[in-house]
């Protein structure tokens, strides 16, 4: 190794500092108002406000300076939430393990079941495709919402 090797090296990682860019501007937690950390799906709605499965305390918004908080005494059916997704009405859907899905509507949670029924009560996942459908991802299998002809 002759002594142009090392210079240049210093060089070069040298420069790639100068491009770096911040990648965290700022790590929200509980002291920030947010109901719990252990978050396990993040969804944006059509205002631009983030939702958060609070594995453990039930769903968090973000308005951008607020975190508001939702549990069981807003009509959700577990804390334990899992996963989002939006539905055509812009409405979120909230499954759980252990209490199914909930659905946010007008300011209040309801249960999935009184209105459809039929679905396992663990739910892992949820996916809203191009035509709208929600596609459930249960411990028994997967079932899917289908919107009429």
């Not at 090797?5 to 108002?33: A, C, H, N, R, V």
């Not at 109901?35 to 983030?50: C, R």
Request: proline share 1%.
């Amino acid at each position: 190794m002759n002594f142009r090797t090392p210079i240049f090296i210093l060089f070069f990682f040298g420069m790639l500092s100068g491009y770096s860019q911040k990648l965290f501007e700022k790590t929200y937690g509980i002291d920030d108002g947010l109901a719990n950390v252990n978050i396990a799906d993040i969804k944006q709605d059509w205002k631009g406000q983030l939702w958060f499965a609070n594995y453990g305390s039930g769903v968090s918004v973000f308005d951008g300076k607020d975190f508001t908080q939702f549990d069981e005494n807003d009509g959700l059916t577990n804390p334990m939430v899992r996963c989002l997704t939006f539905d055509e009405n812009e409405n979120l859907w909230a499954g759980t393990v252990g209490g199914g899905i909930s659905i946010y509507i007008n300011g209040r949670f309801i249960d999935f079941k009184d209105t459809i029924g039929g679905i396992d009560d663990h739910v892992y996942s949820l996916f809203t495709d191009r035509d709208k459908n929600i596609w459930i991802g249960t411990k028994a299998g997967y079932s899917s919402t289908q919107k009429g002809d």
